[in-house]
């Protein structure tokens, strides 16, 4: 038999022989992977961050939400107090504009104004009237500058201007508006119910509480409303900016999962 | 054909491994863990030991999977990692000495013959047998084919002292195989 190179042999053996590991061998090598993955791989480490992230945003946002919506009923509460308010002048109005009507009618119109007055229209008109002591004096310091009797240089215009603010203007002109109503209407028709006349006063009521309410010539803005505008907007943006930061940590998550098991 | 076709499905099982994908690790594993324990059991001792240096190679594999470029063969690449891990164990343990010995001068590689083949095991005995340095050496020059300059690189050692211990190595296994002769056949 011819001799066999030992080393020659040795390699031939060895090269090609294998040695079957225990059953234990892989469990121990996954869970070394497993912590070989989770403290060098950042990634892991910013899923765990993201997760408790989205779970404090969570919580915030919960707390945030009530906490507006108590905020959301104050500001409703408020809201509806000036309104209440603006409805208590409404008749105050009415009889300050019978008052100025049927003064400055009195005054400036000829026998036709005389013979509306005269009328039962205006007996009910008048009985409705309840002077109001902020309105009487502007009325007669009106008819006094227009008679004339008072010299200007007695009176500080500009303080007079300041004071018959715009809302005063345009309440005069509603009442010149309903006078003129009220003399077509005689003249049409010979006489002018009282069911027309309140009819009229009612229209030129409301145009001039919507006019109150509304405050647009006057430039005054409501702090209130604006307000509550404007923290409406930040909840909007700030609650999207959520949902939003949700929703892609969701994604992150769900992606990191299934890669894990497979 | 069908060493490309395996070549591709490597190269798709270690796309996924690389990406931490544990059932592509796991094949992986399956395919090679037999080959690498046996390689690492030729450097130690005892397989308990053999098996534990094995998982460290394979830790060391999965981790680096990366820096895998498909430059020559995967199995080379894993072997030469458990090479090293097995080294690194043998230093730790600190029976990787290389005293210095009178190095051999013009010493010259004789090829030792034996009359009939030996069993693995057999082999595997006579191995054991060795000095840990005269072993790795021998291991490293005979059966993985290390030249004497890589070995003295990877040893830090060098190349006169890597072709001592293969002296030393070789000697000692003629002893052993002679003295084994003779008990079996009755002759040298």
């Given at each position: 038999m011819e001799p066999v190179n030992f080393e020659e042999h040795i390699r031939e053996k060895l090269q090609d022989r294998e040695l079957k590991p225990s059953e234990a061998t892989w469990d121990q090598l996954s869970s070394q992977l497993d912590q070989e993955m989770l403290s060098n791989n950042p990634g892991w480490r910013w899923m765990a961050i993201a997760a408790s992230l989205i779970g404090i945003l969570l919580m915030i946002t919960m707390v945030f939400n009530t906490s507006e919506m108590e905020n959301a009923d104050n500001i409703v509460e408020?809201?509806?107090?000036?309104?209440?308010?603006?409805?208590?002048?409404?008749?105050?109005?009415?009889?300050?504009?019978?008052?100025?009507?049927?003064?400055?009618?009195?005054?400036?119109?000829?026998?036709?104004?005389?013979?509306?007055?005269?009328?039962?229209?205006?007996?009910?008109?008048?009985?409705?009237?309840?002077?109001?002591?902020?309105?009487?004096?502007?009325?007669?310091?009106?008819?006094?500058?227009?008679?004339?009797?008072?010299?200007?240089?007695?009176y500080d215009t500009n303080k007079l201007k300041e004071t018959l603010d715009e809302s005063a203007l345009f309440m005069n002109n509603k009442v010149n508006e309903v006078v003129a109503s009220v003399q077509a209407i005689q003249q049409k028709n010979d006489s002018v119910t009282v069911a027309e006349v309140e009819a009229l006063l009612a229209t030129a009521n409301r145009e001039i509480a919507n006019r109150r309410i509304l405050e647009s010539s006057t430039s005054k803005i409501d702090p209130v409303m604006l307000l509550s505008d404007v923290e409406k907007e930040l909840e909007r943006s700030f609650r999207d900016k959520v949902f939003k930061i949700l929703g892609e940590g969701f994604e992150q998550v769900r992606t990191a999962v299934a890669e894990r098991n497979n | 054909m069908k060493l490309v076709s395996l070549h591709k499905n490597y190269q798709k099982l270690i796309s996924k491994a690389a990406a931490g994908n544990r059932k592509a690790q796991h094949q992986i594993y399956e395919l090679f863990a037999p080959k690498m324990l046996s390689v690492c059991?030729?450097?130690?001792?005892?397989?308990?030991?053999?098996?534990?240096?094995?998982?460290?190679?394979?830790?060391?594999?999965?981790?680096?999977?990366?820096?895998?470029?498909?430059?020559?063969?995967?199995?080379?690449?894993?072997?030469?990692?458990?090479?090293?891990?097995?080294i690194s164990r043998l230093r730790q343990n600190k029976n990787l000495e290389f005293r210095s010995e009178q190095e051999i001068e013009n010493s010259m590689?004789?090829?030792?013959?034996?009359?009939?083949?030996?069993?693995?095991?057999?082999?595997?005995?006579?191995?054991?047998?060795?000095?840990?340095?005269?072993?790795?050496?021998?291991?490293?020059?005979?059966?993985?084919?290390?030249?004497?300059?890589?070995?003295?690189?990877?040893?830090?050692?060098?190349?006169?002292?890597?072709?001592?211990?293969?002296?030393?190595?070789?000697?000692?296994?003629?002893?052993?195989?002679?003295?084994?002769?003779?008990?079996?056949?009755?002759?040298?």
């Open positions: 408020e809201n509806t107090i000036p309104q209440e308010s603006s409805d208590a002048p409404s008749p105050k109005l009415e009889a300050s504009e019978v008052v100025l009507a049927t003064q400055i009618s009195e005054e400036n119109n000829t026998k036709q104004n005389s013979e509306v007055a005269t009328t039962k229209e205006d007996v009910v008109i008048e009985e409705k009237i309840k002077p109001q002591q902020k309105v009487a004096p502007l009325v007669e310091d009106l008819s006094r500058l227009e008679e004339g009797d008072i010299a200007k240089e007695d | 059991r030729q450097y130690l001792k005892h397989m308990e030991e053999a098996e534990a240096v094995m998982l460290s190679g394979f830790l060391k594999v999965f981790t680096r999977l990366d820096s895998f470029k498909g430059e020559g063969s995967f199995e080379g690449w894993i072997r030469r990692i458990m090479v090293n891990e097995s590689d004789h090829a030792a013959y034996i009359e009939s083949a030996m069993e693995v095991e057999e082999i595997q005995k006579l191995i054991d047998e060795l000095a840990d340095g005269y072993r790795t050496v021998f291991i490293l020059y005979a059966v993985e084919g290390y030249k004497h300059s890589e070995i003295a690189e990877l040893l830090n050692i060098s190349e006169n002292t890597s072709k001592t211990q293969l002296y030393k190595a070789r000697k000692q296994l003629q002893q052993h195989v002679s003295a084994q002769n003779k008990l079996n056949y009755g002759t040298r």
